[in-house]
């Protein structure tokens, strides 16, 4: 029998016109924000374009605003979702394509409330997150922006299918959803504390990605940071006992976010170019605020790697296929090899409980990457025609009960299921 169409239902239809959302506890805790957003070499910096500067990468704004071969800021970066098909926007001084006619009032109240001078956003750009933004802070972004060479780059068009192209349903699942504040994961009361939350939950948007949502689109504010599948590669656990189930610690994490490698594995998927694009570029304080955050101001204690009890002729067979075609590179241990391989023996991604991101990587492959210095790995090959669905299975499982700590429960329809 089918359900009556309400006003309720109707107007919860039209909210899922977005891609990114945020959702969560509501709480007035502007004064520690704006005291947070106060810290950090960039409010003091004498050059106010450098400060802008500074802020514009650690919003990770090219990102979603710069293509590889594109001019900065000009948009066209695709971004799928489950609503259709969203693209950057071109943001330089350009008058015509970019916001070039705005003011600084214009850039605020699109940063956080998601309104253009000329239409509502839609959520794909994180207005969600970026409501928390100080407004020096917009202000110092818009005055870098405006000095920016103008791009006269036209904007795609979001690419949805009926409703969603209605932008006003927008407005009612903001009615719904959006929120001035967003939930934290982990606890704590001191200003790198705050400084971190500021950085991560503000600038870097973190939760957009690494917090599940709701059949609308909206974060699931009861689970915040605990992971999410919004692209191929899965956005892990990231709350403080996520991490320390993986190994990492503070110190590991600075690294990380400095270098995109650290002994728990180097970035890959959407996080290689929020290290490439953004975090390589944060200072060490804020690095280390943004990992104390993360972990809050008590981080427990890293857990050590579990033997797991697995079929020795399974892992026989994982190993044979290791041999064949991972060892060249990764070591006839697992122990990598500098600037071609990460080791294997704790790797974060072999120790997270859901198998999805290593069997996506071994699929696909990972492409070349050029890391902060003179740092590098090299092209990992997809073994998707190499290898069947239970050779995979036995590799993944091989990896996971060796090196990881896991259970040996991958199957070959997991595997066939992510082909």
């Known amino acids: 029998m089918r359900r009556p169409i309400t006003l309720r239902r109707t107007l919860l239809l039209l909210g899922t016109l977005l891609m990114l959302s945020a959702c969560g506890g509501k709480h007035d805790d502007s004064a520690a924000l704006a005291a947070a957003a106060a810290l950090g070499p960039q409010a003091t910096a004498a050059d106010p374009l450098a400060r802008g500067r500074y802020l514009v990468k650690a919003a990770d704004c090219a990102a979603c605003h710069t293509t590889p071969d594109g001019a900065p800021f000009a948009g066209g970066v695709k971004l799928a979702s489950p609503f259709g098909t969203f693209y950057g926007t071109n943001i330089t001084p350009d008058k015509d394509h970019g916001i070039g006619n705005w003011s600084a009032d214009d850039l605020y109240k699109a940063l956080h409330d998601g309104v253009a001078p000329d239409k509502q956003l839609y959520p794909a750009m994180p207005y969600t997150s970026y409501r928390r933004l100080s407004r020096a802070d917009s202000d110092a972004i818009y005055a870098y922006l405006m000095a920016q060479k103008p791009a006269a780059v036209a904007n795609h068009e979001p690419e949805l299918s009926f409703p969603f192209t209605l932008r006003f349903g927008v407005r009612f699942w903001n009615w719904m959803f959006l929120e001035d504040a967003l939930p934290d994961a982990s606890t704590g009361q001191t200003a790198q504390w705050n400084r971190g939350r500021y950085l991560a939950s503000a600038l870097g948007h973190c939760t957009e990605c690494h917090t599940p949502r709701g ?205």
Request: proline share 7%; charged share 15%; with cysteine.
């Open 215 to 419: 059949t609308f689109g909206q974060l699931d504010g009861a689970k915040p940071l605990t992971g999410a599948a919004l692209g191929r590669i899965a956005a892990p656990d990231i709350t403080p006992h996520g991490l320390a189930a993986r190994g990492w610690t503070a110190a590991d994490l600075q690294t990380f976010f400095a270098t995109g490698i650290a002994p728990q594995g180097s970035a890959f998927g959407e996080m290689y170019p929020v290290v490439h694009l953004s975090s390589q570029y944060l200072t060490h304080d804020d690095l280390r605020a943004i990992s104390t955050y993360l972990l809050g101001d008590q981080a427990p204690a890293p857990q050590p790697l579990q033997p797991v009890s697995a079929d020795a002729a399974q892992l026989e067979a994982g190993r044979n296929v290791y041999l064949g075609v991972c060892a060249g590179c990764h070591g006839l241990n697992g122990e990598g090899k500098p600037h071609v391989a990460v080791p294997m023996h704790g790797n974060s991604t072999l120790r997270q409980s859901d198998a999805h991101n290593l069997i996506a990587a071994m699929l696909d492959g990972i492409g070349a990457q050029d890391f902060p210095g003179l740092e590098r790995m090299q092209e990992m090959p997809g073994f998707a025609n190499q290898l069947s669905d239970m050779e995979l299975a036995q590799l993944a499982n091989y990896l996971r009960a060796t090196w990881g700590g896991q259970p040996a429960d991958v199957t070959a329809d997991a595997v066939k299921a992510l082909r």
